[in-house]
T-cell receptor, first 116, second 111 residues
């Protein structure tokens, strides 16, 4: 299957600072990537859809000024959590669409964010 | 009504048995159906996808799709303790290519 890589896998930051998470498609070009958040023992929650070269589409209730998404190339999307607070601590996962089998979606390894 | 529904479980099966996981979806326009496995603290990994009505087999896994009933299932034959995980059903196509997940079913395979 296709490979999607996320970095960092774990990050701890101080409250009020910003942190950037990268999502890369390693062996294919991804015009569309998705960002999810998952709290412990809860289901995945779609935050936004990231389209290369255009603004991200955010889901209802997700603050676009707090969760900045940039999809500057066909292989890289970034999520920046600005002015992070402890309640932003979560597991953030990106995914990307490939053309395999008619738009199959693969996930990155996920990034654990802890805000202290 | 939730868009994609799964029984949260846990579903407990003995080692070597068949585990049957079920999922229903609300949007008749849905076209692509996926099963992901997620171990605790890890990202989901794709097990299978299915687009056409009927069965699709891959090793110990069989996905079944019935679009008329808006129902998709995953059968795991010869279940192993390593199959113990949360299984996520996901649907796309009817929602503008967004992948909509069910809440997941916890599977426990007891040795």
């Amino acid at each position: 299957g296709a490979v999607v890589s996320q970095h960092p896998s774990r990050v701890i930051c101080k409250s009020g600072t910003s942190v950037k998470i990268e999502c890369r498609s390693l062996d294919f070009q991804a015009t569309t990537m998705f960002w999810y958040r998952q709290f412990p023992k809860k289901s995945l929650m779609l935050m936004a859809t990231s389209n290369e070269g255009s603004k991200a589409t955010y889901e209802q209730g997700v603050e676009k000024d707090k969760f900045l998404i940039n999809h500057a190339s066909l292989t890289l999307s970034t999520l920046t959590v600005t002015s992070a607070h402890p309640e932003d601590s979560s597991f953030y996962i990106c995914s990307a669409i490939t053309g395999e089998g008619g738009n199959t979606i693969y996930f990155g390894e996920g990034s654990w964010l802890t805000v202290v | 009504q939730k868009e994609v529904e799964q029984n949260s479980g846990p579903l407990s099966v003995p080692e070597g048995a068949i585990a049957s996981l079920n999922c229903t979806y609300s949007d008749r326009g849905s076209q692509s159906f996926f099963w992901y496995r997620q171990y605790s603290g890890k990202s989901p990994e794709l097990i299978m996808f299915i687009y056409s009505n009927g069965d699709k087999e891959d090793g110990r896994f069989t996905a079944q799709l019935n679009k008329a009933s808006q129902y998709v299932s995953l059968l795991i034959r010869d279940s192993q303790p390593s199959d113990s995980a949360t299984y996520l059903c996901a649907v796309t196509g009817g929602y503008g290519n967004k992948l909509v997940f069910g809440a997941g079913t916890i599977l426990r395979v007891k040795s």
